[in-house]
């Protein structure tokens, strides 16, 4: 049976500019290549999840205009269940502007729109029925985050959060998650430490084990990941592969990461898996675009 995930999260619509370098405050430069891509991490993890065999419930709020109406015919033919995909007339659907650079870095602006509409009124009980695992990010409300981050406690259900965009998080929110996984900038926002060496790396996961949080995965790029729970404290490399653009590796990374865990996979293979199929993703242009299939891994 495949992996049953509920992801509640954001919907944008990117708008990419591929150019050589990055403007500087007040400069003008002349782009290479102009892509409009379906994106928003909520987004992008879902349809991570769904290419690699999950069945993925998503949920999100999108604007009643032609972004809106793109995200949603994109999500049905990835084979996304929908039902609980809301539209509103009172917000645009969000949008992300992105520019990449000839080493294949990114610079990215979102306005949210609808996405910071998606309140706890919106979320039907239902949508919590027989899932295995539940994935979470920091591009909606964080009202929205504490309520289903309490409702999944109080039905027994595991909670991944995935802390990005990075934003203060109070204990009461941190305390019970089953997962998080910061990268490196997210995780020195968090802690008040950098990960920049082994020391440092498992100072900031015992943080993170000190409010509450069963495991820790900090993302470190190129280094890899570092995996740090009871039976574990390890780094698992990187694949090593020349990036075009890295706007989505943390979100395919998620997505594998949550398909494998909830197929059983233990944790090392989880973090290999997911590990794969981001290095496979930087590899390509764009965000939802870029996440690979499973046979693509297999």
Known sequence: MSARILVIGSSNTDMVIKTKDFPQPGQTVL?????MNPGGKGANQAVAAARLGAEVRFVAKVGKDIFGKEALEGFKKEGLITENILQTADFPSGVASIIVN?????????????????????????????????????????????????????????VILNPAPAVKLDDELLNGL??????????????????????????????????????????????????????????????????????????????????????????????????KASAISVTRMGAQSSAPYQHELN
């Open 31 to 35: 782009g290479q290549t102009f892509l």
């Open 102 to 158: 000839e080493k294949g870095e990114n610079q990215i602006v979102v306005a949210s729109g609808a996405n910071m509409n998606l309140k706890p009124s919106d979320l039907r009980d239902d949508i919590f029925d027989e899932v295995d695992l539940v994935l979470l990010q920091l591009e909606i409300p964080l009202d929205t985050i504490q309520y289903i981050i309490t409702k999944c406690n109080n039905l027994n259900i595991k």
């Open 178 to 275: 089953y997962l998080i996984t910061p990268n490196e900038t997210e995780t020195r926002l968090l802690t008040g430490i950098l990960p920049d060496s082994p020391e440092s790396t498992k100072e900031a996961a015992l943080f993170f084990r000190n409010k509450g949080i069963e495991n820790v995965i900090i993302t470190l790029g190129k280094n890899g990941v570092y995996l740090f729970n009871k039976e574990y404290s390890e780094i698992i490399p990187a694949v090593e592969v020349v990036p075009v653009d890295t706007t989505a590796a943390g979100d395919i990374f998620n997505g594998a990461l949550v398909t494998a865990l909830a197929e059983g996979k233990n944790w090392i293979d989880a973090c290999q898996f997911a590990c």
